[in-house]
Every structure is written in structure tokens, then in C-alpha cells.
């Protein structure tokens, strides 16, 4: 059974970086195929930032973030860790950032890796801009 563990979530000022890591326990290489990160600020729907295909290459952003996220990938022990490094933050950029896991492959991560039809959650991490 997959499992998610978002950290690494704080309060930064504007223009500042924070890297979030997302642990995923259960993975395999036929129960992961992508992963993302979506956020939900107050009052607002969630929204789909970044994602990343895990049996290969294809990374995938959101306009709002390009060019300031990064979405990365690494295998430890056993253990996928899913990354975004987030840099030049914004206040705009205030949210709970949850990861996603899904089973689906490549097109549908290019597809709707940056939505928010994941299978399996996370418990999400907070992360505030003060301007």
C-alpha cells in the first residue's frame, strides 16, 4: 500500500526558497508512475503545480510556478523521495502543498499530472510567504 509524507513545508519572506520532500513508502515501480504536488490556498480550489513521470523522464509545471519550481525524484533505501524546490516564492504562493501518487503512465502524468486526479495523498504541509 502506498503511502505519502509530505515535510519541509515553513514561512519564508517574498523572493525566498524552500524545498519540499514527499516520502513514498509501498513504491513500485507498477504502483507509482507519477507523482505530483498540488496546493490549496484558503478559500481556494486546489491546484496542481508540478509533477513528475517516476519510470523515466517528464517533469510537468503549472504556468503559475514555471521557471521557479523544480519537481526532482530520487530513490534511497528502498524509498522514492519526490522534491519540489520552489525559489523566488511569492505571497501568492501561500497554500497547504500536498503530494499525489498515481498508477497511470506517462501520458497521463504529461496529460493531467498538473491536476488533481491522484489516487493516494499525502497530509499536506504548510508553506507561507509574508510579503
Known amino acids: 500500500q502506498v503511502q505519502l509524507m509530505e515535510s519541509g513545508g515553513g514561512s519564508v519572506q517574498a523572493g525566498g526558497s524552500l524545498r519540499l520532500s514527499c516520502a513514498v513508502s509501498?513504491?513500485?515501480?507498477?504502483?507509482?508512475?507519477?507523482m505530483g504536488w498540488i496546493r490549496q490556498a484558503p478559500g481556494k480550489e486546489r491546484e496542481g503545480v508540478a509533477a513528475i513521470y517516476t519510470n523515466g523522464d517528464g517533469t510537468y509545471y503549472s504556468d503559475s510556478v514555471k521557471g521557479r519550481f523544480t519537481i526532482s525524484r530520487d530513490n534511497a533505501n528502498n524509498t522514492l523521495y519526490v522534491y519540489l524546490q520552489m525559489n523566488s516564492l511569492k505571497p501568492e504562493d501561500t497554500a497547504v502543498y500536498y503530494c499525489?501518487?498515481?498508477?497511470?503512465?506517462?501520458?497521463?502524468?504529461?496529460?493531467?499530472?498538473?491536476?488533481?486526479?491522484?489516487?493516494?495523498w499525502g497530509q499536506g504541509t504548510q508553506v507561507t510567504v509574508s510579503s
Open positions: 509501498g513504491y513500485t515501480s507498477y504502483s507509482v508512475n507519477c
Open positions: 499525489a501518487a498515481s498508477n497511470l503512465g506517462r501520458l497521463w502524468c504529461s496529460t493531467y499530472g498538473t491536476k488533481t486526479r491522484y489516487d493516494v
